[in-house]
């Protein structure tokens, strides 16, 4: 399986931008889709975007849209996650996934390795 190592959590005030970065290794970073999902304090963890293997397709849960980018640099085997317009709703510790299959979605089970998470704190 390839290992993930998520950076670039902190905390921020509402309003306010992160980058999170996710470096892979231990197998071809290009031969998995992407995902980033969140779990706040006692909350289930959820889906927040999908990035495709190499066509940089993306997919986004509807409550980051149009304020989080995700993006990937093959050549450097790490995923990003830019995010702007920080809420205090967006507080959680926030996970990159990686799967095997070509378009996995917001499913959880089609995700077979992940990190450790990053903890991201909008405060108000």
């Known amino acids: 399986q390839v290992q993930l190592v998520e950076s670039g959590g902190g905390l921020v005030q509402a309003g306010g931008s992160l980058r999170l970065s996710c470096v892979a290794s231990?197998?071809?970073?290009?031969?998995?889709?992407m995902g980033w999902f969140r779990q706040g304090a006692g909350q289930e963890r959820e889906f927040v975007a999908q990035i495709h293997r190499s066509d940089g397709s993306t997919y986004y849960t509807d409550s980051v849209k149009g304020r989080f980018t995700i993006s990937r640099d093959n050549a450097k085997s790490t995923m990003y996650l830019e995010m702007n317009s920080l809420k205090p709703e967006d507080t959680a510790t926030y996970y990159c996934?990686?799967?095997?299959?070509?378009?996995?979605?917001?499913?959880?089970?089609?995700?077979?390795?992940w990190g450790q998470g990053t903890q991201v704190t909008v405060s108000s």
């Open positions: 231990g197998r071809t970073f290009s031969n998995y889709a």
């Open positions: 996934a990686a799967s095997s299959h070509a378009y996995p979605g917001r499913y959880q089970d089609n995700y077979t390795s």
